[in-house]
T-cell receptor, first 110, second 114 residues
Framework: QKEVEQNSGPLSVPEGAIASLNCTYS??????FFWYRQYSGKSPELIMF????GDKEDGRFTAQLNKASQYVSLLIRDSQPSDSATYLC??????????FGAGTRLTVKP | DVKVTQSSRYLVKRTGEKVFLECVQD?????MFWYRQDPGLGLRLIYF???????EKGDIPEGYSVSREKKERFSLILESASTNQTSMYLC?????????????FGPGTRLLVL
């Protein structure tokens, strides 16, 4: 089992819709969770981080964490074509390292 | 703003060559990392360093070595490049991990080994 798993996609949503990206992790002791966006040919950039169970909102983005289910998600409301990218889920399991999922490719169609 | 720079955006090398990839960060970060990214495999950690002259193996250290002589600089060395080392190489830096910190990435080096 991979440490961090994501559906590779591609996930396609129409402009204005909600995009839902999911991630599961295997290390139950993980404390912090991150979502990165990576445009084609570019390096990852941080969108959000979350450490507590529940929801965390930042503009059009909402991160959701359920530690009991070892599940973290990212919702993008009012999706825009500029949101088309690969989204990487990352987990910090032990304070010295970061583990990344393979990423989900999102396409927002005008 | 955190700035992480990498010495080259694109490199073409021949099999057997020794290759140096350099990474510099300007935010006094303790931690520095080298990843490679391949389609379908995501980011895989090669080595990381949490202090000057300290290094730890990541998931795929074979065929690679690193050097950290100064806090701001972390070098990745391919001792004898092979075609299966063709990849995108990403450097990152961070403060010591707690619950607040994340990694900041450089622009990446796309390496082609012929």
């Amino acid at each position: 089992q991979k440490e961090v798993e994501q559906n590779s996609g591609p996930l396609s949503v129409p402009e204005g819709a909600i995009a839902s990206l999911n991630c599961t992790y295997s290390d139950r002791g993980s404390q912090s969770f991150f979502w990165y966006r990576q445009y084609s040919g570019k390096s990852p950039e941080l969108i959000m981080f979350i450490y507590s169970n529940g929801d965390k909102e930042d503009g059009r983005f909402t991160a959701q964490l359920n530690k009991a289910s070892q599940y973290v998600s990212l919702l993008i409301r009012d999706s825009q074509p500029s949101d088309s990218a690969t989204y990487l889920c990352a987990v910090n399991p032990n304070n010295n390292d970061m583990r990344f999922g393979a990423g989900t490719r999102l396409t927002v169609k005008p | 703003d955190v700035k992480v720079t990498q010495s080259s955006r694109y490199l073409v090398k021949r099999t057997g060559e020794k290759v140096f990839l350099e990474c510099v960060q300007d935010m006094d970060h303790e931690n520095m990392f080298w990843y490679r990214q391949d389609p379908g495999l995501g980011l895989r950690l090669i080595y990381f360093s949490y202090d000057v002259k300290m290094k730890e193996k990541g998931d795929i250290p074979e065929g690679y070595s690193v050097s950290r002589e100064k806090k701001e600089r972390f070098s990745l060395i391919l001792e004898s490049a092979s075609t299966n080392q063709t990849s995108m190489y990403l450097c990152a830096s961070s403060l010591p991990f707690g619950t607040q910190e994340t990694q900041y990435f450089g622009p990446g080096t796309r390496l082609l080994v012929l």
